[in-house]
């Protein structure tokens, strides 16, 4: 029995300020836009893996959420306490230049971990934690 991820799910409070980070600076591409009940759902990808798929969506997404229940979601997404990724790339170090370069918070410039990576460490527009590793040569 084979078992895959299909979908991971990013939380933002902006769409188009995810959209111009996720799309502009780390060259994922756009596979679905979709608005319902004044809420709205962006789904990106690397075209390298094109059955696996992120979904921005708002931080509460359930449109019959109370108001205390939206604000404190809102409130944990600020302070960058709800989702985390992990990116691989093949040049972490070009990575980091360019997400920097791109005005990103810097978390953790890169290093080489005690795990067997190399890896750095942002924050998205939103506040979520991004990391980027990269397996050390032998």
Do not use: H
């Given at each position: 029995m084979?078992?895959?991820l299909s979908q991971c799910f990013i939380a933002v409070d902006d769409h188009d300020k995810a959209l111009?980070?996720?799309?502009?600076?780390l060259g994922l591409e756009v596979r679905n836009d979709v608005g319902f009940e004044g809420m709205?759902?962006?789904?990106?990808?690397?075209?390298?893996?094109p059955g696996?798929?992120?979904v921005l969506e708002p931080p509460?997404?359930?449109p019959n959420a109370s108001a205390a229940d939206k604000e404190a979601m809102a409130e944990l997404l600020a302070k960058g306490l709800l989702r985390g990724v992990i990116f691989t790339t093949d040049d972490v170090d070009a990575t980091?230049?360019?997400?920097?370069a791109a005005g990103a918070e810097v978390l953790q410039?890169?290093?080489d971990?005690?795990?067997g990576v190399r890896d750095c460490a942002f924050r998205d527009p939103s506040g979520n934690m991004l990391r980027f590793n990269q397996p050390r040569k032998g």
């Open positions: 084979d078992i895959n111009a980070f996720y799309r502009d600076v709205r759902w962006v789904t990106v990808g690397s075209p390298a893996q696996v798929d992120i509460l997404a359930d980091f230049e360019r997400v920097r410039e890169p290093v971990q005690p795990y």
